[in-house]
């Protein structure tokens, strides 16, 4: 071990003393010796590693590297105004449908988060002891909602937020994965009848889809009782359902070869359990995969089967009355790895235009391809893009009680039934963004530039700006006492301004203003713009903006 190394390894073993003295509640005096003896250690390694010993720089000294956390980024104003766009589109529905909004912490307590997210909860970022409490970022929206109508009693709620989430992933910036990103939820909790509130949810998600104009889009869904009652017909042992569970949900992106390799090589699974798996979870389609699920007596003698197949019926009657079925594909490798979902689940993916919902979505390039001379779609192709999803989550609200906490974490009874749908809106905005060519997005809201003509009038310019304002028309105008008519012009043309009011000297005198269209090429009397009196200006601009 070299010098440096030994000096980091005693710098790392000092720090966990000062931390365990902490923890322990130790003398402050004490603590103070041991935290001199940290910065003596780590001046030491500075030197070590070449740093002049006369040049008592402090890490506040170094240069700093300008540059966003791994998984983060900036947004500027044209993507933001993108941004807005989209949430503002995704609240219109949400609200449509009767949901207000709440607003929960940007972190919680960490027994509140573990024990909810499967084999991902590895991904949660843990914050360093504060005061006493151990906290993490939240991983998602849902569990914090299940904690706050837990903690406020409530019976019933319509709810929607918009929010960042942390997730200790491997960032994809592309493909709109990342560490800190925004969630769109809709959750209605309430003790309702069976696969009202979950067919609505659907309705919810192919209205925001559709009017988001994201493309063709398949909303796969699946029933965690239907799924339980294959594993356990199949002879999965109770302790390895939510592995297997994990497994299966990656049939979207892997051929069933690798995710049966998985299942045997890595947990565990015999081969003949995990071909017996295989008989049911390759198997979608439409309404009509009830009968077929009907004609497995193996699969119908357990009352969790039953009870899930009874739930999709109704689903599937529900959905056709809210006219979605064209989007919804019954998949039954779909399971959503998040450990507290108990009925309908579901997940909305981008398609090939020319592909039926109900079929396997190959993308544009390997849309014919098989594998290996059998008629099998290559699963590898399977998915576009995964941009929304959610289910039915009954036992959550319950696992906050505090009686229950300790005793019976698993237990819905005495909870607050719920179901919800999540939209990813990264991967949404990068789909959206990519359509739209970058110099022609509008970044901010301004409606009228207002222009003088030869004089400054600045004077004027900040009255008439003024007198919009009051009226509510966003208006901007040059912060210059003297500025450049062709600068002011090309304001207009770069910042997609559609409408000028010009003054000069003459229109000032006479009480006139001049009202120009910014974006359009006029001919005859409206080429240099029409002339109004100054009274007139606001209520002939607001015709115009109607128009426009």
Request: proline content about 3%; charged content about 30%.
């Amino acid at each position: 071990m070299s010098g440096a190394e030994e000096l980091r390894q005693q710098i790392d073993d000092q720090a966990k003393v000062i931390s365990e003295l902490k923890k322990s509640g130790g003398d402050k005096n004490i603590i103070k010796e041991q935290a001199m003896l940290l910065l003596d250690l780590k001046e030491k390694l500075r030197i070590a590693n070449g740093g002049d010993p006369n040049d008592k720089k402090t890490e506040s000294s170094k240069p700093i590297t300008l540059k966003t956390p791994k998984g983060t980024k900036d947004y500027g104003s044209k993507e933001m105004s993108v941004r807005s766009d989209i949430f503002n589109t995704i609240i219109k529905v949400f609200e449509k449908h009767g949901a207000v909004t709440i607003d929960t912490p940007v972190f919680e307590l960490k027994e509140i988060l573990t024990g909810n997210y499967g084999e991902d909860s590895k991904l949660i970022y843990d914050l360093k002891d504060q005061g006493g409490e151990e906290c993490s970022l939240r991983y998602d929206l849902t569990v914090p909602f299940a904690r706050h109508v837990a903690m406020n009693k409530i019976s019933n709620i319509k709810r929607y937020q918009i929010a960042k989430v942390y997730r200790r992933d491997q960032p994809a910036m592309t493909k709109g994965r990342m560490r800190e990103f925004y969630q769109c939820d809709y959750d209605i909790a309430g003790a309702y009848d069976p696969m009202i509130p979950d067919a609505e949810c659907i309705k919810v998600a192919v209205d925001v889809l559709t009017q988001l104009d994201v493309g063709a889009f398949v909303v796969k869904i699946n029933h965690r009782k239907i799924l339980d009652a294959i594993f356990e017909v199949s002879g999965v042992p109770e302790a390895k359902v939510r592995s297997i569970s994990s497994a299966v949900d990656k049939l979207d992106k892997l051929p069933w070869s690798d995710v049966k390799k998985e299942m045997v090589d890595d947990k565990g699974l015999s081969e003949e359990v995990a071909d017996k798996i295989g008989e049911y979870v390759l198997l979608k389609g439409g309404e009509e995969l009830l009968a077929t699920l009907r004609s497995m007596p193996e699969l119908m003698a357990s009352k969790k089967a039953q009870e899930g197949v009874s739930d999709m019926a109704l689903f599937f009657k529900y959905a056709r009355i809210f006219k979605v079925l064209d989007h919804v594909s019954f998949d039954m490798s779909l399971a959503r790895g998040l450990d507290y979902y108990t009925g309908i689940i579901y997940e909305a993916v981008l398609v090939e235009e020319n592909v039926r919902p109900t079929q396997a979505q190959p993308t544009a390039t390997k849309a014919n391809e098989v594998k290996d001379g059998n008629q099998e779609i290559d699963e590898t192709q399977v998915r576009v893009g995964s941009i929304a999803g959610g289910g039915r989550y009954d036992g959550l609200v319950g696992r906050f009680s505090t009686s229950k906490r300790a005793k019976d974490k698993d237990s819905s009874k005495g909870s607050v039934p719920c179901v919800g749908i999540s939209f990813g809106v990264e991967r949404i905005f990068s789909i959206i963004l990519n359509r739209r060519q970058a110099a022609a997005i509008k970044a901010n809201r301004t409606k009228v530039y207002v222009i003088s003509i030869g004089d400054s009038l600045l004077e004027e310019r900040m009255a008439i700006a003024s007198e919009l304002w009051d009226n509510d028309v966003p208006t901007e105008f040059m912060y210059k006492v003297k500025p450049n008519f062709k600068r002011q012009m090309d304001n207009c043309d770069n910042e997609f301004i559609p409408w000028g009011v010009l003054i000069g000297s003459d229109e000032v005198q006479q009480g006139l203003v001049r009202i120009k269209n910014m974006l359009v090429k006029t001919e005859g009397e409206e080429k240099d713009g029409v002339t109004v009196k100054r009274a007139d200006m606001v209520a002939e601009l607001k015709k115009r903006l109607q128009m426009h």
